[in-house]
């Protein structure tokens, strides 16, 4: 095995661990969105509201809600707990027992996320299908920026709302001799796309995310479709996915990169 598979095996076994570790992607059992007037979340103690830019639980200590990082650990809430999103540097989490509340902020609404460690996908979990690593659908592409700077488009959300996605520019390249283009964003210094292939939604799941480096001075960088990985709402249906952007289907099947979640 080269060293190029090599570290395709280790980042598909990083994604394996990841998306199935306790609190992770698997483990999400509700997004509530939040607005000013306090609410009930089911299984989860307190009255929780969001307001300024902040989520806010009133709770008392009896009901074991803690903030801080890791769970059993943190200050017990007694009052009124403000708790900043996963968009702000000093975003902040709170636990009951082993599950974990993460606020987010995603165009400037607010929601709790709730991720438990017995979760049924989770527990049903059997891996993720991926095609066997293949060193041609790695290939050189050319990144333009858009020269009036970043455009939003409004797409589809895996549920079910149309929002605004960032995109910064589109990428060129070239796939068994033919030309093709692909709209992208920014991800700090790398870049991220939503795409779909003419294998989308019967050989692979319906769309696909990828990343690549950030390109160098002359807009060079690599499009490494073996690392084409399956968007978080494949994993669990409270994850709010965008969908691609117009333009972002290729007609080719692209065999290559995570197919799709297998349960067990």
């Not at 483990?27 to 307001?51: N, Q």
């Not at 060193?135 to 549920?159: H, I, Q």
């Amino acid at each position: 095995m080269n060293n190029d598979a090599e570290e395709w095996q280790r980042w598909t076994d990083a994604r394996t661990a990841s998306v199935s570790s306790p609190h992770g992607m698997l483990a999400l059992i509700g997004t509530h969105w939040l607005g000013p007037e306090a609410v009930e979340i089911p299984g989860v103690p307190g009255r929780w509201s969001a307001d300024g830019g902040t989520v806010r639980v009133a709770a008392v200590a009896a009901d074991g809600l803690r903030a801080g990082a890791a769970a059993g650990e943190g200050t017990p809430v007694d009052g009124t707990l403000e708790l900043h999103p996963d968009t702000h540097p000093e975003h902040g989490t709170a636990w009951v027992g082993d599950l974990l509340l993460v606020p987010i902020e995603r165009e400037g609404e607010l929601a709790l996320r709730v991720f438990d460690p017995a979760a049924e996908n989770r527990v049903t979990f059997a891996g993720i299908s991926v095609f066997p690593y293949a060193p041609e659908w790695s290939v050189p592409a050319v990144f333009t920026p858009y020269e009036t700077g970043d455009r939003t488009v409004n797409v589809p959300n895996a549920d079910g709302r149309e929002r605004p996605l960032a995109v910064t520019g589109q990428i060129d390249f070239r796939l068994g001799g033919e030309s093709y283009t692909l709209t992208v964003s920014r991800s700090g210094e790398l870049l991220s796309g939503v795409l779909s292939d003419g294998g989308s939604g019967h050989e692979t799941h319906r769309f696909r995310f990828i990343t690549l480096p950030e390109p160098d001075a002359e807009g060079r960088t690599v499009l490494d479709f073996n690392r084409a990985y399956l968007p978080p709402c494949a994993f669990a249906d409270h994850f709010i996915c965008p969908f691609p952007p117009p333009g972002n289907k290729l007609p080719v099947v692209v065999r290559a990169g995570e197919k799709a979640v297998v349960w067990g």
